[in-house]
C-alpha cells in the first residue's frame, strides 16, 4: 500500500527517463537486489535476474536449464501452461496431473533418473493448492543430481521457502509485493549457471539477450541486457525495503491470521466450501471457495460495497471466488471481507 | 510531454491494478492498437503485438521468421547486437556492414537468393545513420520472397516508412514516444505469419508464450498471453491519442525543423563536426556529433544549466555527443541547446 506513494515520488524524481546505463539506474538495481536477498534469506550462491513477467521465466528455465526432458506436478492452469511452455519449446516435458484442489502426492510420483529438471508450483493461483515445503525438500533429497524449480509467483515473500534447499525459484511483481505489473524475479544457484553453460557447450542454443550467461554478464554491473522496466525495479526497491522495515516475520504472522479468517468465513457462509479440501494444503495467500450461487452475483454485491473479490480461473469463473491475501491487504479488510460473506445470504 | 499528466490520471484511476483479463484492460488495448494503426497508416493486412522491449524483438524475429538465414546491414552497434542475436539462436546470420556513420551502399549489396529475412536498421541510434527509405523499397523490389525487417526504434513515428513495403517493423516506447521504458512494439503482415506457421509445420520451435500464433490468438481478443506492463499500455494508447489529435505531419514537421537547427549548430560550434558526413544519411531524431573535446566537459557544462545532452554509444562515449531530438523535445528546449552549442568555446 505503499506503492502510490513511491510512484509519485518517482515521478518527481524523474525515474521513468533516466538511463539504464547510468549510475543512478545501477543503484536503483542494486538496492532492489540486495532488499531481495535480505528478504528471501538468499546466499552468495544465489542470484537475481529480473525479466518481463513469470512468464517470461519460464521459458528461460525451458532454454537453460533443460536439454531434453524435465517432470511437473501439475495441479491446475499454471503448473499446466509450464509444462505446455516446455513441450512448445521442443523437449519431453513429462507431468504427474492430479484435480483441481489438489496437490501431487510425492510418495506416489515415480520422476524418471533422466529427468533433468522437476518443477513444483508451491501456490498453484488458479486453485488455491499449496505444496507443503517438506514434499519439495524430501524430492531434493531422493533427487540430489536433478534442478528443483519452485513457482513462487504469489506465495514470496509471504511464504518462506528454504532457497537453498532449491536450485531455481521465480515470482511477479504483482502478487504479493502490490507493484504494477512487467516484472518478473528469478532467482538462480550456481548449479543453474553450469546447467545452462553446459547446454551452450554441448552446441545448444540457450536464447539470446537473457540467457544465463548474458544476463548475468551485466547482472554483476547491475545491469541489464536490454532497457527494462525501470520504474518497476524502482518500486520493487522501494517496497522490499519497506518489508524489511516492516520485518517478515510480521508479515507472515499477518498473511496467516488473514487465511485464517477467511477460511473460517469459507467454512461458516452456508453457500461456500472451500476448494482445497485438506486444509494443510490451502493456501494462504490465494485462498479459493466453491459456490453454491454463480459466484459473479456475490462478486457484483460485493463490488456494489467496494469490496473486490476474484473469480475462479478460467472454467471455474462463475463456480468459484478466490481471495487475494497479500501483504498489501488490510487485517482491517480482509476481516470485513470475511464478515461479508458470513452475513450475506444467498 | 503530456505523459506524466496520463500517469497521475492512471494513479487516480487505479489502472496499475485492473486485471489483464478485464474488460478494461481489453478497452486499453483495442485503443492502443487502433491508435497505433491510424497513426502509421496499417492496414488491414497489419497486426500490433506488443513485447516488453525492441531486444525482445530481435529473438521473437529469429525464433518466428528465420528457420536457416538472414542478411544484415549493420552499421553500428544496435544493428550488429540483431545480428548477433540471430547467430545465438543457431541460425545463419550474413552481413554486410560499413564503420560507423555510414550507410551500407545498396548498389554493392550481393544477398544470397537463400536469404528468408533481410535487416535494415531504420534508424541507427548508436550512430544517428539513417538509411534512406528509398533503399529499403529497392531491396523490397529485388528481393519480393524475403521477409524485410526494419529497426525503427528511435525513428517511429517521426520518420514514415510505408509499412505495405515491408514486411514486420519494431520499435521500443521510450524513444520517440516519450514513455517509461519496458514495452516494444512489433508489426507483423500476414506473410510473417505465414512464415511462423510453416516453421512450426515443419518441427521448429518458434518459442512459447510470445511465438507470433500465440500472441494473435490473443490479440484478437484484445489481450496478451502474460501479465503485461499494463501501465505503459495504457500510457501508450493515451499519448498516441494526443499524437492523433496534434498531426504526424506537425509532428513530422516540427522533427525536421529541430534536426536542421541541431546539425547548423553542429557545422557552426568550432568543436563539433556532424559524424554523418553524408546529409541525406543524417538521422533526423537521433543526431550526433563528433567532439574535438571529451564530451563528457560538454555534457556536465549543460547539465549545470539544466540541458541533459546525451554521451557518445560504448567505446564512443567521450568523443561523440548524442541529442535525442524526439516529439516530446520541444522546438524552444532544441533551440536552446543549439544556441548554448554554437555559443560554448573550447
Redesign the interface.
Known sequence: FT??GH??QA?KDNI??IS?RSKAFESIYSTAVSNLKSLLGLGDDHHVLF??????I??RI?QNLISHESYHLVNGAFSSRFQ??IA???KNAMSTEVNEGAVVDIEKLLIPETTELISFTQNETSTGASQPLEDIYKIREAFKDQLIAVDMVSAAPAVTIDYNKIDTAYF?V?KCFG????LGVWIINNKCIEKAESILNQGG?I?????IPVMLEKAVKNQT????????LYLLAKVTGDMLNKGLDQIIRETNYKSAVLYQAFEQASYLTPLVENPVHRSKTTPVAVSSVDSSKIIADFEKIGLILGAGYGKNKSKHIRIANFPTHSKEHIEMIADRLVEAKY
Chains 1, 2 share one sequence.
Open positions: 506503492v502510490e510512484l509519485k515521478l521513468p527517463s539504464h525479466t518481463s513477467s513469470a512468464t517470461e519460464w521459458e525451458g505446455q511452455t512448445q519449446l521442443g511477479s504483482q507493484l504494477p505489473a512487467g542454443s536464447g539470446s539477450y537473457h540467457s541486457p536490454e532497457t527494462p522496466n525501470v520504474l518497476n
